[in-house]
């Protein structure tokens, strides 16, 4: 790998990891308690699946990118913003994605899915909540004119040019063989466009010019990539004790894979080389970017 | 009723309607032509219910809202996005009621409903789109400061304290009789929220003051009352042939009406109440206000 002149070690991800999942935990539970008006179980079908945890890559990815950026203490707080606006999104689209008539998942992050716990009517009507919240949110929290730049650039991300365009074509390839091309637009789209999305959110959160926006969706892009090979590894080499949810679904299911395409080795050869390019992309920021690298890294070498 | 010292006569309510309808078509037209990169049954699966027809009330109430209040070229615009965005989400929440999990519906304005045309699955992301572009739009169209009120008017009215939240409490509704005031706060959140957040949108498109804005929310609270209870009654009176859908399900499922609870005749009082109440917030704002009141006097007076 050509991208690592270590001015300091980077930093414990893990530890990382769950010292932003706490914040945003504390960050959820006050936005959510707004809302008195409506339907207590609503709410309570939203924080079933808002605190189940997970890794809380993406609120990560947003407020380190921020940081990286040079951010200040307000930056930092439209970031803050950004992170549960974003996992509000990634939580609706996980809720949607488990229904029956999607992927009809049980288990998610080791717990039964929202839809088993909840009823299929609400699991549907706590996503769309998810997502007026996601926005709501950074419309009243963050000054104008970020906010707009903020909501513009998540709402694109997650549309039908991101997100939800990736799901249809993940549905649409499971019934036939896709080429290597094929596979790479879809996870730009399904998780590519969302994880890209966060390192910019974190970025213009920071104000930065656009040479550095393009740098940090240089780092998202890649990343994105080499994360989507490994979540097809560990779907093939993990049990679902370690994933919390079912595992081999995509071969059981015929799903075009990294490692269908291009085998164990060469998939885990490919994602070494997107690290190393997202790497790459970070390095001219110096120390204050050793987080990105430090989450950048525990993505690829993650064993759940 | 009160509310009645005609300086002019109102204009025909349908022409009106027929009128915004068609602008609104190319609006998104040209607007869907963006999503380029989206897979294209997503894309067709969107139009099929964009297109559908329907009488477009929530996007004429929001573009005679801002002329109301003397909105300026400019400030047409903008309320036009709202227009656009608004039907977005109102749209959304139609194909996601229709879905089995939900209504279960197989026809709705006169045609089949999304899922049964497209699948459950795509249903459900046409859906979650519908809801991404309406913000996107927003925040690219409209001049900041005032996107972001709209957004966040929009983001709240369509949430856990708004339509969403209604959704939820019909589906409770169904297992017990409500009371009158019980069926009145579901029916504030379930179409009341989105009706005065049209009537508020072009509003604040138009940059008005607090007093005038909260004339707009009068006009357009009464309004949603009178507009939910003419459609429960026209649910009990009218066929299927007549408003493109099913009728009589409110009575098969034992739901609560405003029928059920106060009969036909202390319904359609009710309603005319209703109406006078909306049209005397609006008399202030003398010829400009015509069209709102020629829109307030179809949905009363209107038999499908």
Redesign the interface.
């Known amino acids: 790998m050509s991208a690592t002149s270590p001015l300091s070690p980077p930093p414990d991800a893990e530890a990382l990891l769950t010292r932003h999942s706490t914040t945003l935990h504390s960050y959820f539970q006050s936005a959510l308690a707004r809302?008195t008006?409506?339907?207590p179980?609503?709410?309570e079908s939203?924080a079933y699946s808002l605190y189940a945890g997970g890794k809380r890559l993406r609120p990560a990815l947003i407020l380190e990118s921020c940081r990286a950026c040079g951010g200040d203490a307000s930056a930092m707080e439209a970031a803050m913003a950004g992170a549960a606006a974003m996992e509000l999104i990634h939580t609706?689209?996980l809720v949607?994605d488990d229904?029956?008539?999607?992927d009809n998942d049980d288990l998610r992050r080791g717990r039964p899915t929202n839809h088993k716990v909840y009823?299929?009517?609400?699991a549907?009507?706590a996503?769309?909540?998810m997502?007026?919240?996601a926005?709501?949110l950074?419309?009243?929290t963050v000054p104008?004119?970020t906010?707009?730049?903020m909501?513009?650039e998540l709402?694109?991300n997650?549309?039908?040019?991101?997100m939800?365009?990736g799901?249809?074509?993940d549905?649409?390839g499971e019934t036939r063989r896709l080429k290597l091309d094929e596979l790479q637009h879809l996870h730009r789209l399904k998780t590519g466009a969302l994880l890209t999305c966060s390192c910019r959110l974190g970025a213009i959160a920071a104000g930065v010019d656009q040479q550095m926006l393009s740098r940090l969706s240089d780092f998202g892009r890649h990343l994105g990539l080499a994360f989507q090979i490994v979540d097809d590894i560990l779907d093939e080499t993990s049990t679902p004790e370690q994933m919390g949810k079912a595992t081999k679904k995509d071969a059981a299911k015929g799903k075009n894979t990294y490692p269908v395409l291009l085998g164990l080795e060469g998939s885990q050869a490919e994602a070494n080389n997107a690290l190393a390019a997202a790497l790459d992309a970070i390095t001219p920021l110096g120390d204050r970017a050793r987080p990105l690298e430090a989450i950048a890294r525990f993505v690829v070498e993650r064993t759940h």
Chains 1, 2 share one sequence.
């Open positions: 809302y008006a409506a339907p179980r609503l709410m939203i609706f689209s949607h229904l029956p008539a999607m009823g299929e009517a609400m549907i009507l996503g769309d909540a997502m007026t919240i926005f709501e950074l419309a009243e104008s004119p906010s707009v730049s909501i513009r709402a694109a997650s549309g039908p040019c991101g939800i365009g799901q249809v074509l549905m649409d």
